[in-house]
């Protein structure tokens, strides 16, 4: 099973949000519904960035990794934007970008 990052947008604020799952369909519900507590009440959230991973240590790692860049202006180098989420990206352990599972 792949493990998705994610980057989410707050359409009203403008901040951003970073995090891991394996279903980002169903995270994004959960973080659209108020479910999550660091997102609930500063929707509505819209997916900005993908990479996807075969592992969760590598997701976890790549997480960490944009959460402590993130005061650095990562999201401009990755050029967040509101894409859709389908144009995600594949990085395997060697850091190789290939396109998402089938």
């Given at each position: 099973?792949?493990?998705?990052?994610y980057?989410?947008?707050?359409?009203?604020?403008?901040?951003?949000?970073?995090?891991?799952?394996?279903?980002?369909?169903?995270?994004?519900?959960?973080?659209?519904?108020?479910?999550?507590?660091?997102?609930?009440?500063r929707?509505p959230?819209?997916v900005?960035?993908?990479?996807?991973?075969?592992?969760?240590?590598?997701?976890?790692?790549?997480e960490?990794?944009?959460?402590?860049?993130k005061?650095?202006g990562i999201?401009?180098?990755?050029?967040?934007?509101?894409?859709?989420?389908?144009?995600?990206?594949?990085?395997?352990?060697?850091?190789?970008?290939?396109?998402?599972?089938?």
């Amino acid at each position: 099973m792949a493990y998705t990052v994610y980057i989410l947008k707050s359409e009203s604020s403008g901040r951003f949000y970073t995090g891991y799952t394996e279903n980002l369909e169903q995270r994004l519900i959960k973080h659209r519904a108020g479910s999550t507590k660091t997102t609930r009440n500063r929707g509505p959230w819209k997916v900005a960035y993908t990479e996807l991973f075969e592992t969760k240590e590598e997701a976890t790692k790549r997480e960490r990794e944009l959460k402590r860049l993130k005061s650095r202006g990562i999201y401009e180098k990755l050029k967040v934007t509101c894409a859709p989420f389908h144009g995600a990206r594949f990085r395997n352990a060697t850091g190789d970008v290939k396109p998402p599972l089938a």
